[in-house]
T-cell receptor, first 114, second 112 residues
Framework: SAVISQKPSRDICQRGTSLTIQCQVD?????MFWYRQQPGQSLTLIAT?????????ESGFVIDKFPISRPNLTFSTLTVSNMSPEDSSIYLC???????????FGQGTRLTVV | DQQVKQNSPSLSVQEGRISILNCDYT??????FLWYKKYPAEGPTFLIS?????DKNEDGRFTVFLNKSAKHLSLHIVPSQPGDSAVYFC???????????FGTGTSLTVIP
């Protein structure tokens, strides 16, 4: 298994500002992902963070709004840009060793935009 | 388009009895299925998985059943314990794939 540390655990931000969330894994992993869980809804995949190249975004998510970095096999960041109250959500980092293996999750970042 | 569905948002079960959580999916390409448990203010934790080549996988008190023809899976918890009270998500992935599709979750309450 992998232990994933995510920070900050929560933040309250002003609209129009940006927040960068960090995700650190205690071992090298093949895959890292970013999810969002809006109130009362399921986990929705934002993007797959690719090491050394641009992230792969799911439909409805764009790089300008959610830039992602993955400089190595243990670390990734997600930035929520130009925030609005609709971005208030829990953001979760996830990591997996490969296809058909379980994914592990960080504890999440609870973001409130006011 | 919700490809993985959990139609029961909540379930209450008496301690010691069986909890059955259900999950349906629409994409026949899914070949790997997982169950996660989530406590408030924590990330989901992996519980149990099953590959599409099997129809049952057991781990202690937890058993997952897969019915491919019905595109249905279920998680059985026997016996249920108060510490099992949490939100349970089912998830699925495709052979190519590096992403997981999650259901909306079922909140399980085990009553002492």
């Amino acid at each position: 298994s992998a232990v994933i540390s995510q920070k900050p655990s929560r933040d309250i931000c002003q609209r129009g500002t940006s927040l960068t969330i960090q995700c650190q894994v205690d071992s090298q992993v093949t895959m890292m992902f970013w999810y969002r869980q809006q109130p009362g809804q399921s986990l929705t995949l934002i993007a797959t963070a690719n090491q050394g190249s641009e992230a792969t975004y799911e439909s409805g998510f764009v790089i300008d709004k959610f830039p992602i970095s993955r400089p190595n096999l243990t670390f990734s960041t997600l930035t929520v840009s130009n925030m609005s109250p609709e971005d208030s959500s829990i953001y979760l980092c996830s990591a997996a060793q490969g296809i058909d293996t379980e994914a592990f999750f960080g504890q999440g970042t609870r973001l409130t935009v006011v | 388009d919700q490809q993985v569905k959990q139609n029961s948002p909540s379930l209450s079960v008496q301690e010691g009895r069986i909890s059955i959580l259900n999950c349906d999916y629409t994409n026949s390409m899914f070949d790997y299925f997982l169950w996660y448990k989530k406590y408030p203010a924590e990330g989901p934790t992996f519980l149990i998985s099953i590959s599409s080549i099997k129809d049952k996988n057991e781990d202690g008190r937890f058993t997952v059943f897969l019915n491919k023809s019905a595109k249905h899976l279920s998680l059985h918890i026997v016996p249920s314990q108060p510490g099992d009270s949490a939100v349970y998500f089912c998830a699925a992935s495709r052979p190519t794939g590096n992403q997981f599709y999650f259901g909306t979750g079922t909140s399980l309450t085990v009553i002492p």
